[in-house]
């Protein structure tokens, strides 16, 4: 089964870009023609969809982000990654990386997630 | 977009069962059979319970349902036991082809 591994810097400072990339092992992004997605945590709070994307390049993203954010994906590692810019202190959240299967595969829900990574914005 | 609503909190007594509301809009609980619900204990991740409104995956206790009407969906979890002590989020497919989740319900077992 499908494993999701987030990696990245635990600390980013104000206005700056956060990034973090997930590694996929167990399922091909390729292949599986699954939509991978971020979402996030914020400490003590509910969660948050980010985006998603599939390995075409296709993406989706949360209206509220629209403007910082940016999905992309490398098949060659099996892998897609997070830009989120201008960062501020309400960005402090875990960030989860997660497989959801809209569109193609009809399953509308996010069934494999990866364990999560805190991200502190902070100077 | 909006969080759905979702009561803060919910309590019962083992073998008791109890029902966590979420309250939506015409935009995605009022589009979508596309309703899931997930349990997320402290420092986990979370984990899908339902979806498509009343599925659940393969694993899961039948002790978990999950219904729907209008713009409400219900998650339903009969015979308490002191593991199922957790968060819970419902989320919803929504027109503006987003997920939108509520802001979660703290299930206490006492």
């Known amino acids: 089964q499908p494993q999701l591994q987030e990696a990245g810097p635990r600390l980013v400072k104000p206005s700056e870009t956060l990034s973090l990339t997930c590694t996929v092992s167990?399922?091909?992004?390729?292949?599986?023609?699954?939509?991978w997605g971020w979402l996030r945590q914020p400490p003590g709070k509910g969660l948050e969809w980010i985006g998603s994307?599939?390995?075409?390049?296709?993406?989706f993203y949360n209206p509220s982000l629209k403007g910082r954010v940016s999905i992309s994906v490398d098949t060659s590692k099996n892998q897609f990654s997070l830009k989120l810019s201008s960062v501020t202190a309400a960005d402090t959240a875990v960030y989860y990386c997660?497989?959801?299967?809209?569109?193609?595969?009809?399953?509308?829900?996010?069934?494999?997630w990866g364990q999560g990574s805190l991200v502190t914005v902070s100077s | 977009q909006s969080a759905l609503t979702q009561p803060a909190s919910v309590s019962g007594s083992p073998g008791q069962s109890i029902t966590i509301s979420c309250t939506g809009t015409?935009?995605?609980?009022?589009?979508?059979?596309?309703v899931s619900w997930y349990q997320q204990h402290p420092g986990k991740a979370p984990k899908v319970m339902i979806y498509?409104?009343?599925k659940r995956p393969s694993g899961v206790s039948n002790r978990f349902s999950g219904s729907k009407s209008a713009n409400t969906a219900s998650l339903t979890i009969s015979g308490l036991q002191a593991e199922d002590e957790a968060d819970y989020y419902c989320?919803?497919?929504?027109?503006?082809?987003?997920?939108?989740f509520g802001g979660g319900t703290k299930l206490t077992v006492l």
């Open positions: 167990g399922d091909s992004i390729i292949t599986s023609n699954h939509y």
């Open positions: 994307i599939i390995y075409a390049g296709t993406t």
């Open positions: 015409n935009s995605d609980l009022g589009s979508y059979d596309y």
């Open positions: 989320s919803s497919y929504s027109t503006s082809s987003s997920w939108v």
């Open positions: 997660a497989r959801e299967g809209r569109i193609v595969v009809l399953k509308y829900f996010f069934d494999y």
């Open positions: 498509d409104v009343s």
